[in-house]
């Protein structure tokens, strides 16, 4: 068995860290399972999210249709007025 000493005072055998480590490590590993598979709540942020993008990604396009929409009739008019 060994004893270590952490500077402050306070020893510990190995087999004491290692269990100090294990319920740390376990704690931990539960947290975060528990944590991943919780999906209350998260479907409707999600859609919201998708839903959002998806409404960027519609005016994005729309802008862009509309300048070469604009293009188009000020070409489609300049041509019809004689005007080059």
């Known amino acids: 068995m ?16 290692g269990e ?3 319920t740390l490590f376990a704690a ?3 947290y975060l ?3 991943f598979q919780r999906e209350e ?5 999600e ?7 998806v409404a960027l990604a519609i005016i994005i396009a729309l ?6 929409l ?3 009739f000020t070409d489609s008019a300049d041509v019809l007025s004689g005007a080059t």
């Open 63 to 68: 802008g862009a249709l509309a300048a070469a």
């Open 41 to 45: 709540g998260a479907v409707a942020t």
């Open 2 to 17: 060994l004893v270590r000493g952490n500077g402050l005072g306070e020893t510990t055998t190995d087999e004491e860290g």
């Open 28 to 30: 931990g590993y539960d």
């Open 33 to 35: 399972k528990a944590r």
């Open 47 to 53: 859609y919201g999210l998708l839903l959002f993008l």
């Open 70 to 72: 604009v293009g188009v």
């Open 20 to 22: 100090r480590m294990l």
